[in-house]
T-cell receptor, first 112, second 113 residues
Framework: ETGVTQTPRHLVMGMTNKKSLKCEQHLGHNAMYWYKQSAKKPLELMFVYSLEERVENNSVPSRFSPECPNSSHLFLHLHTLQPEDSALYLC???????????FGAGTRLSVL | SQELEQSPQSLIVQEGKNLTINCTSSKTLYGLYWYKQKYGEGLIFLMMLQKGGEEKSHEKITAKLDEKKQQSSLHITASQPSHAGIYLCGAVASSSNTGKLIFGQGTTLQVKP
């Protein structure tokens, strides 16, 4: 247990569906991150939040919409995804943006 | 943009043998993380190196940072089946360290009993 919990662990959705991924950290951290891990590609940073403010948007398509209502929770809202969006989505948190990042177990997303 | 190259891409060793994984950056390293991942699961933090020449150890795993060579190495002594997994290096992308990490493609390690 890393103190970062992601739900659901697995998700299958159609291209017209709307779903959300949830991340919760119990570490008292102030920064949270979303990463995407596709097969055969390095882990890619998607978004960075610090003190509930988005500080990094790594050229992510608008069909991915992050939300950080407080420093313990981070959501990734998904709509009209494409099959190539199928991947493992990982959440991480750190004490500050400069601190070591601790990862959740990920959500395995399949888009049909 | 910065890229990290890990070598080897995969490795099979006999239990008890030592091994080394390298991570080479195309640009200046401002900090370097090592993580371990079981297939399809999250990343487990191993250690973080910040200064050139820095060396850290955790149990039988040692990591070093060579700033001049823009490279880090991860060394496992007397490998065990529990060391099997995917090892990822992640570099701090800028001197201001905004939390943005660039990752290598990973090295898959198998340890044969």
């Amino acid at each position: 247990e890393t103190g970062v919990t992601q739900t659901p662990r697995h998700l299958v959705m159609g291209m017209t569906n709307k779903k959300s991924l949830k991340c919760e950290q119990h570490l008292g951290h102030n920064a949270m991150y979303w990463y995407k891990q596709s097969a055969k590609k390095p882990l890619e940073l998607m978004f960075v939040y610090s003190l509930e403010e988005r500080v990094e948007n790594n050229s992510v398509p608008s069909r991915f919409s992050p939300e950080c209502p407080n420093s313990s929770h981070l959501f990734l809202h998904l709509h009209t995804l494409q099959p190539e969006d199928s991947a493992l989505y990982l959440c991480a948190s750190s004490h500050t943006q400069q601190g070591s990042q601790y990862f959740g177990a990920g959500t395995r997303l399949s888009v049909l | 943009s910065q890229e990290l190259e890990q070598s080897p891409q995969s490795l099979i060793v006999q239990e008890g043998k030592n091994l080394t994984i390298n991570c080479t950056s195309s640009k200046t390293l401002y900090g370097l993380y090592w993580y371990k991942q079981k297939y399809g699961e999250g990343l487990i933090f191993l250690m973080m190196l910040q200064k050139g020449g820095e060396e850290k150890s955790h149990e039988k795993i040692t990591a070093k940072l060579d700033e001049k060579k823009q490279q880090s190495s991860l060394h496992i002594t007397a490998s065990q089946p529990s060391h099997a997994g995917i090892y990822l290096c992640g570099a701090v992308a800028s001197s201001s360290n905004t939390g943005k990490l660039i990752f290598g493609q990973g090295t898959t390690l198998q340890v044969k009993p």
